[in-house]
């Protein structure tokens, strides 16, 4: 089990959010033949944990949440999915919303699934358990197109599997928050900004939320397989700020799911300039605002450019066509 303590948005503004990676059975997907998703290497932190393991990781985060001074939102993660009972046991699945519901300082309660574990019955279950705390289900649609997701992220999924279980999760009254992949593999810099740019216009009126999450390599996947042959890299950190500036134009509350910023594994620019466009990146955010990367000089601005108008000369000699 893990747990993160960050500064965030909250429905009282902007405050604290505690994520809490349980310990889990993984991702039934990635078990399957020709399973998982090309980039998650979550599944090295699964392993054969019973009912009452999981309900006591809970108890001990439930423990540490209310050792904190101000209301937060709590994120629960597993391997796999909040509602998948095979990686999350009904038992301990209705004992962590009834602690939540318990709990004073938690504000928000999200929980993560794929598309095809949710059903009305555990909607419901969940909405009823809250006692009126506000509950999010959160869904990794990653891309809104379904080249991307069957070619590129292996998803298992299709956008429509996304839109049906988007409209059950709102018709329950809970919310829903969108996790959007930046740059998964065989995606151009150009097409990765693109992507998100098309997937943020296709979740506007579907969702209550998103979550941006630029790629970082993990290891013992597909992924940095071709990051290791040099034919791959994470998208650049001025990529992140072009998406982010663009949903923050939808959303009231845009999140920034960076991992690895700065390092050779995670999103990056130039060792330059990283850090500044990592710190206002992380302005940006607090205050929900447009990033200004012009005011962030820079040698690599140029190269980044030229890069954008070019890099398809590298791989065709015409544009390629996945988003046309």
């Known amino acids: 089990m893990k747990i993160y303590v960050r500064s965030d948005w909250t429905s009282k503004g902007y405050g604290q959010s505690v994520s809490a990676v349980l310990t889990t059975k993984g991702c039934s997907w990635q078990k399957k033949e020709d399973g998982g998703c090309t980039m998650c290497g979550y599944f090295k932190d699964s392993r054969?944990?019973?009912?009452?393991?999981?309900?006591?990781?809970?108890?001990?985060?439930?423990?540490?949440?209310?050792?904190?001074?101000?209301?937060?939102?709590?994120?629960?993660?597993?391997?796999?999915?909040?509602?998948?009972?095979?990686?999350?046991?009904?038992?301990?699945?209705?004992?962590?919303?009834?602690?939540?519901?318990?709990?004073?300082?938690?504000?928000?309660?999200i929980a993560e699934s794929r598309p095809e574990y949710v059903s009305s019955k555990k909607l419901e279950g969940f909405k009823e358990g809250l006692l009126g705390k506000t509950g999010y289900v959160a869904l990794g649609l990653e891309s809104a197109n379904n080249t991307v997701l069957e070619k590129c992220i292996n998803k298992g999924f299709t956008f429509k599997d996304y839109k049906k279980a988007a409209e059950s999760i709102k018709k329950t009254g809970l919310k829903v928050k969108t996790y959007i992949l930046q740059k998964p593999m065989f995606l151009t810099e150009s097409e990765s900004i693109q992507d998100v740019f098309s997937t943020i216009d296709a979740v506007?009126?579907?969702?209550?939320?998103?979550?941006?999450?630029?790629?970082?390599?993990?290891?013992?996947?597909?992924?940095?397989?071709?990051?290791?042959?040099?034919?791959?890299?994470?998208?650049?950190?001025?990529?992140?700020?072009?998406?982010?500036?663009?949903?923050?134009?939808?959303?009231?509350?845009?999140?920034?799911?960076?991992?690895?910023?700065?390092?050779?594994?995670?999103?990056?620019?130039?060792?330059?300039?990283?850090?500044?466009?990592?710190?206002?990146?992380?302005?940006?955010?607090?205050?929900q605002k447009k990033v200004d990367l012009d005011k962030i000089k820079c040698q690599c601005a140029d190269y980044y450019k030229e890069l954008l108008e070019c890099e398809h000369l590298f791989f065709d000699a015409s544009p390629r066509t996945v988003f046309e």
């Open 48 to 109: 054969d944990v019973s009912e009452n393991e999981i309900i006591a990781q809970f108890d001990d985060v439930i423990s540490q949440v209310s050792d904190l001074s101000e209301p937060v939102v709590l994120k629960v993660y597993t391997s796999g999915s909040f509602f998948d009972d095979r990686d999350m046991p009904a038992n301990a699945r209705k004992h962590i919303v009834s602690s939540v519901a318990s709990a004073d300082n938690v504000l928000e309660f």
């Open 204 to 287: 506007e009126k579907i969702t209550d939320s998103i979550s941006i999450n630029p790629v970082a390599v993990h290891s013992k996947t597909p992924l940095e397989q071709l990051w290791k042959r040099g034919e791959y890299r994470p998208p650049w950190l001025s990529s992140v700020a072009e998406t982010f500036n663009y949903a923050v134009k939808k959303f009231d509350c845009t999140n920034l799911g960076i991992v690895g910023a700065g390092t050779q594994r995670g999103p990056h620019n130039c060792r330059a300039c990283d850090k500044k466009i990592i710190a206002a990146l992380s302005e940006g955010f607090e205050k």
